[in-house]
C-alpha cells in the first residue's frame, strides 16, 4: 500500500469521526431544544417551558439539601381511546417537612422529592405577594394531592420567594414563573420530577400524551415538558381564554384556582408583555414582576 493511500484512509476516517461528532452535537441541540420548547403555536404545544431538572445550581444562590427517598401512593390510571400508560405511583419523600409559618431556611436544592407535609382532607391557599399585587389561590388537594403537597412544601421552603414572573404569552394566555436559579424556563428545578396527576395515557395514533385538564381564565398549573413525568417547580397562570388552546393536551396539571381579584392582577401583569418573537416563549413584562413571597394558608 502506498503512502498516498494510507494518508487518504486515515484522512477518510477522520473525516468520518469528525461527522459522527457533528451529527451526536446537532442530535444533542435538538433533545435540548424538545426539553426546552417554545410555545407560539397549537403544532409546538407539547411544551411549556419548564426545567432541565438537573439539581445544578447557576445562579450562586445558596440553600440547604433535604433528603428524600421514595414512598408509594397509587395513581389511577386514565381510560377511552388512547392507551394508558404504566401507571406509577407518586413519589414522596422522607426528609423533614419546613415550618408550616415559613420560617424554616431558604432552600432551592433537594436531593430527592418532597415529603407529604399536607393533610390532603384540609383546605389550603397559596398567597403571591406580588409587586403588581396579590394572588390568592385555591389550591386543590383532592385533584392533585401529590402537585399540591410538592407546591405548598417548596413554598414554605421559600423556594419562589424573591423570584419573577419571567414570560408572559398572550397567544396562550400564560404568565409563568417558579425558576429560581436562572429565572428563565431553562431553569434545572428543585432537583427532582414528580409524577403526574393522573398518569396520563398516550394516543395511539401521534404518539402523545392526553390528559383530562382544561384550562380557563384563572387557574395555577404546572409547567412541564412534553415527556410523562416531567413536571417539577415552574408552573404557569391562565389569565385568559385563550389557555383553552392547551385543551386538546389536557396534560398540564390544574391544582389551584384564583379569585376575581387575583384574575385582575394577572389579567394586569398580562397587559405589561412586550413581545419577544424570537424566544418562541411569547414574551415578557415590561417591568419586573416579583414574587416577593408565597405564603400557604390553611384552615
Given at each position: 500500500m502506498?503512502?498516498?493511500?494510507?494518508?487518504r484512509?486515515?484522512?477518510n476516517?477522520?473525516a468520518?469521526?469528525?461527522?459522527?461528532?457533528?451529527?451526536?452535537r446537532i442530535?444533542?441541540?435538538?433533545?435540548?431544544?424538545?426539553?426546552?420548547?417554545?410555545?407560539?403555536?397549537?403544532?409546538?404545544?407539547?411544551v411549556?417551558?419548564?426545567?432541565?431538572?438537573t439539581?445544578?445550581?447557576?445562579?450562586?444562590?445558596?440553600?440547604?439539601?433535604?433528603?428524600?427517598?421514595t414512598?408509594?401512593?397509587t395513581?389511577?390510571?386514565?381510560?377511552?381511546?388512547?392507551?394508558?400508560?404504566?401507571?406509577?405511583?407518586?413519589?414522596?419523600?422522607?426528609?423533614?417537612?419546613?415550618?408550616?409559618?415559613?420560617?424554616?431556611?431558604?432552600?432551592?436544592?433537594?436531593?430527592g422529592?418532597?415529603?407529604?407535609?399536607?393533610?390532603?382532607?384540609?383546605s389550603?391557599t397559596?398567597?403571591?405577594d406580588?409587586?403588581?399585587?396579590?394572588?390568592r389561590?385555591?389550591?386543590?388537594?383532592?385533584?392533585?394531592?401529590?402537585?399540591?403537597n410538592?407546591?405548598?412544601?417548596l413554598?414554605r421552603w421559600?423556594?419562589?420567594?424573591?423570584t419573577?414572573?419571567?414570560?408572559?404569552?398572550?397567544?396562550?394566555d400564560i404568565i409563568?414563573?417558579?425558576?429560581?436559579?436562572t429565572?428563565s424556563?431553562?431553569d434545572?428545578?428543585?432537583?427532582?420530577?414528580?409524577?403526574?396527576?393522573?398518569?396520563?395515557?398516550?394516543d395511539a395514533?401521534t404518539?402523545?400524551l392526553?390528559g383530562?385538564?382544561?384550562?380557563?381564565?384563572?387557574e395555577?398549573v404546572?409547567?412541564?415538558?412534553?415527556?410523562?413525568?416531567?413536571a417539577?417547580?415552574?408552573?404557569?397562570?391562565?389569565?385568559?381564554?385563550k389557555?383553552?388552546?392547551?385543551d386538546?393536551?389536557?396534560?398540564?396539571?390544574?391544582?389551584g384556582?384564583t379569585?376575581?381579584?387575583g384574575l385582575?392582577?394577572l389579567?394586569n401583569?398580562?397587559?405589561?408583555?412586550?413581545?419577544?418573537?424570537?424566544?418562541?416563549?411569547g414574551?415578557a413584562?415590561s417591568?419586573?414582576?416579583?414574587?416577593n413571597?408565597?405564603t400557604?394558608?390553611?384552615?
Amino acid at each position: 500500500m502506498t503512502a498516498n493511500k494510507r494518508e487518504r484512509q486515515k484522512a477518510n476516517r477522520a473525516a468520518k469521526v469528525a461527522a459522527e461528532e457533528a451529527a451526536a452535537r446537532i442530535q444533542r441541540t435538538r433533545s435540548r431544544i424538545i426539553t426546552y420548547g417554545s410555545i407560539g403555536a397549537v403544532t409546538v404545544l407539547l411544551v411549556v417551558g419548564v426545567s432541565l431538572f438537573t439539581g445544578r445550581n447557576n445562579s450562586g444562590k445558596t440553600g440547604t439539601t433535604a433528603s428524600a427517598t421514595t414512598v408509594p401512593t397509587t395513581i389511577p390510571g386514565t381510560t377511552g381511546s388512547v392507551a394508558p400508560t404504566t401507571t406509577l405511583a407518586f413519589q414522596y419523600g422522607t426528609g423533614d417537612c419546613p415550618a408550616e409559618d415559613g420560617s424554616s431556611p431558604r432552600t432551592i436544592e433537594f436531593s430527592g422529592p418532597q415529603p407529604l407535609c399536607i393533610n390532603p382532607a384540609t383546605s389550603y391557599t397559596a398567597v403571591f405577594d406580588t409587586t403588581e399585587g396579590t394572588i390568592r389561590v385555591a389550591l386543590d388537594p383532592t385533584t392533585a394531592p401529590g402537585t399540591v403537597n410538592n407546591f405548598v412544601t417548596l413554598a414554605r421552603w421559600g423556594y419562589y420567594n424573591d423570584t419573577i414572573l419571567f414570560r408572559t404569552d398572550p397567544s396562550i394566555d400564560i404568565i409563568q414563573g417558579g425558576s429560581p436559579h436562572t429565572e428563565s424556563a431553562l431553569d434545572p428545578g428543585p432537583g427532582y420530577r414528580i409524577n403526574d396527576e393522573p398518569t396520563f395515557s398516550t394516543d395511539a395514533t401521534t404518539g402523545s400524551l392526553v390528559g383530562p385538564y382544561k384550562y380557563p381564565p384563572g387557574e395555577l398549573v404546572m409547567a412541564r415538558s412534553a415527556g410523562p413525568n416531567s413536571a417539577a417547580a415552574q408552573f404557569f397562570f391562565t389569565s385568559g381564554d385563550k389557555a383553552a388552546a392547551l385543551d386538546a393536551q389536557g396534560t398540564y396539571v390544574v391544582f389551584g384556582q384564583t379569585d376575581k381579584a387575583g384574575l385582575g392582577v394577572l389579567q394586569n401583569i398580562m397587559d405589561l408583555n412586550v413581545p419577544d418573537p424570537t424566544s418562541g416563549l411569547g414574551g415578557a413584562p415590561s417591568r419586573t414582576v416579583t414574587i416577593n413571597k408565597v405564603t400557604i394558608e390553611q384552615s
